[in-house]
């Protein structure tokens, strides 16, 4: 028995990508499997750990738990749209360098692109807050104290 098919049309990074997929699809899943857009990471598939942090019309969202379908007419912006058309990495990649505030790299996608959204909505005014935004973005190599740093770092720029 085949499965059916349904037409998505997803706009990423300021693309449009016409899709036939299940509608079972998760964002995370289109964007990886189908777009071979692999900046967005597999952590726990549950949405408990924000490796597949991405914005959808400017709202960190959690690509896991979100259907392709769903995100069909909405801007959806990944860790690969965030440099410039000339390279220079975003202020949160760049801080995110400066303040040594990743080791093993698999959390970082997802740590920025919620970082970003801490700082686009105000969440800055104290370490606690930063920290309180970001809980829901887990760090195997417990580099939080250098995340924390970054964002206020960024947040102080704006």
Do not use: W
Request: aromatic share 4%; hydrophobic share 40%; glycine share 10%.
């Amino acid at each position: 028995m085949s499965v059916q098919t349904i037409p998505v049309t997803l706009e990423v990074n300021g693309h449009n990508h016409s899709l036939h997929l299940d509608p079972r699809t998760t964002l995370l899943d289109a964007l990886r499997e189908h777009l071979g857009m692999t900046g967005t990471k597999v952590g726990c598939n549950h949405g408990t750990c924000g490796a597949c942090t991405v914005h959808i019309d400017g709202h960190a969202r959690l690509a896991c738990l979100t259907l392709a379908a769903a995100a069909t007419g909405h801007s959806i912006l990944t860790i690969e749209g965030l440099a410039a058309a000339d390279g220079t990495p975003h202020p949160m990649q760049a801080a995110f360098v400066a303040y040594d505030a990743l080791q093993c790299g698999y959390c970082t996608p997802g740590q920025i692109m919620s970082a970003i959204a801490c700082v686009a909505e105000g969440h800055t005014r104290t370490d606690d807050e930063i920290r309180d935004y970001m809980s829901g973005n887990l760090c195997r190599c417990a580099a939080y104290p250098n995340i924390v740093a970054a964002v206020r770092h960024v947040a102080g720029a704006v």
